[in-house]
């Protein structure tokens, strides 16, 4: 170790001259569109500070190894603190939002111990945010380092993405998401951009830096429960309604039941108010729709719920409302802080679903698993149950995408990758309709989804950093990312 930090002692005096390569402000960029300002960041392996300093955050703690990097670190950021220690050698007596490994877990004599001495700064939300070197590239950045276009460095440790997700995993860590940038990290006018903004997100396995995103793994053995907001948009669903009322559990510490009625023309309002009035024992809201669109009236309930998880249930029940209990399970073991209904997992019940429409559903998965670095079976299943803490986060990025979204799913969906919530898919049963019809246009509804998975691919892959910057200004920095209540 003696020697490691003597090569960096005596790189520090070089490092101020090289920060400014491409590399390293595309890094600034993207590590901006993961991580919101204002958050509270560790970075360990922390070097000159440039990229902390860059995430704006209301808590900023550099750890370095390197006494010279730590001096010029504080003469450069003097509002962000800096340390000199070691990585399995730090102490501290506070957690952290986010906690930073750039370009350092090919550096380490011991990438696992590292891994499992970083839980002592993360709370049960900390995200850990690791990038390094696609080992494709190994020969080419030797050449760049005998040419002098690339810092030299030690031996270094070559790790695919399977060895760190397996780190990770024996670490204690939950991948959530996983992503690959810059496949040209030379100034390069016109050349550039068009390489690293909209080829790179397409060659992933060509890319210069892999990105990992984890957090720290689940273990509560009593898990507690929670508050439950059912929200059942309904428009013309009429012979559903006392339904959803008696097939719906109660979960938790109580579940209140928000009806929100879109412009039926059968007799769907009489009907929520027939029931709301007859079932006293059920704690029952009505609403009736201001605006227009499922993912309005989703947005108009949210608005009045009380509970702490909050669950879409569709008027048409072709999703069981008895599995909603296992929804819950999922969200109050923690395993999940978002729950993604799939119905392409379980044989379905003739006319549930036409071939078109599945083989769009499987379409659409592909393209959304890609865009959101996680996989998803099944994007268009309408229940998803979620925290109302989180919700708001969402509510407050949404400039970020803007309002876009009719349904009300991709939404939610962009919304929980954007602020790096862990997405989980839960298998359901799916039943054929017993009551009206479906209020799906298979082809106007079909475009409208492959619009918005180009516009999602904009704001989520072909990122312009300099849009993400100016939103986040914008939007004040995000909520906490504390454990829900």
């Not at 273990?219 to 959803?244: H, L, M, Q, T, W």
């Not at 670095?373 to 109302?388: A, H, P, S």
């Not at 704001?459 to 993400?468: A, C, E, P, Q, S």
């Amino acid at each position: 170790m003696t020697d490691r930090r003597s090569f960096y002692e005596n790189r520090a005096q070089f490092r101020v001259a090289e920060s400014d390569r491409l590399y390293h402000q595309l890094l600034k960029g993207y590590f901006s569109f993961l991580i919101p300002p204002n958050s509270s960041v560790l970075e360990i392996g922390c070097g000159l500070g440039d990229l902390l300093a860059a995430l704006g955050p209301a808590r900023g703690l550099g750890v370095d190894f390197s006494s010279k990097m730590i001096t010029a670190a504080r003469a450069r950021h003097p509002h962000i603190e800096f340390q000199i220690a070691d990585a399995v050698e730090f102490k501290a007596s506070e957690t952290f939002d986010y906690i930073l490994l750039s370009d350092l877990v090919n550096d380490l004599p011991n990438v696992q111990a590292v891994l499992t001495r970083l839980h002592s700064f993360a709370h049960p939300r900390t995200r850990l945010v690791i990038n390094f070197f696609n080992h494709l590239w190994h020969p080419i950045l030797v050449t760049a380092e005998r040419a002098g276009a690339k810092a030299p460095t030690l031996p270094q440790n070559w790790l695919s993405t399977t060895d760190m997700t397996n780190l990770l995993y024996l670490s204690g860590w939950d991948l959530v998401r996983t992503d690959t940038r810059i496949l040209w990290p030379i100034r390069t006018p016109l050349l550039e951009p068009l390489l690293n903004r909209w080829l790179a997100p397409c060659l992933r396995h060509f890319c210069l830096t892999i990105i990992l995103l984890a957090r720290p793994q689940r273990r509560i053995p009593f898990p507690k429960d929670y508050r439950c907001s059912v929200i059942v948009p309904a428009r013309n669903e009429a012979g559903n309604i006392e339904a959803a009322v008696r097939r719906t559990p109660e979960m938790g510490l109580g579940t209140e039941f928000i009806f929100v009625e879109g412009g039926s023309t059968d007799k769907t309002w009489e009907e929520i108010q027939r029931v709301a009035t007859n079932f006293k024992d059920r704690n029952i809201k009505v609403l009736r729709q201001q605006g227009s669109g499922k993912g309005g009236a989703v947005r108009e309930a949210f608005a009045q719920a009380t509970g702490d998880l909050l669950f879409i249930l569709d008027a048409d029940l072709t999703v069981p409302p008895e599995q909603l209990t296992e929804f819950y399970e999922v969200a109050r073991s923690g395993i999940a802080e978002f729950v993604n209904g799939v119905r392409l997992v379980y044989p379905m019940e003739d006319e549930a679903m036409r071939f078109l429409n599945m083989l769009a559903n499987k379409c659409f998965s592909l393209a959304f698993s890609w865009l959101l670095g996680q996989t998803m079976k099944d994007t268009l299943c309408g229940t998803k149950v979620l925290f109302k803490k989180d919700y708001e986060a969402i509510e407050q990025n949404r400039s970020y995408f803007g309002d876009f979204d009719p349904f009300g799913d991709f939404d939610l969906l962009f919304g929980a990758a954007k602020l790096n919530l862990k997405i989980v898919d839960l298998p359901v049963r799916y039943r054929a309709r017993t009551y009206g019809e479906t209020n799906i246009h298979r082809w106007r509804h079909g475009l409208l989804l492959c619009r918005m998975v180009l516009f999602a691919a904009r704001r989520l892959k072909f990122i312009n950093h300099r849009f993400v910057a100016s939103t986040q200004r914008s939007a004040g920095g995000p909520p906490s990312l504390s454990a829900p209540n």
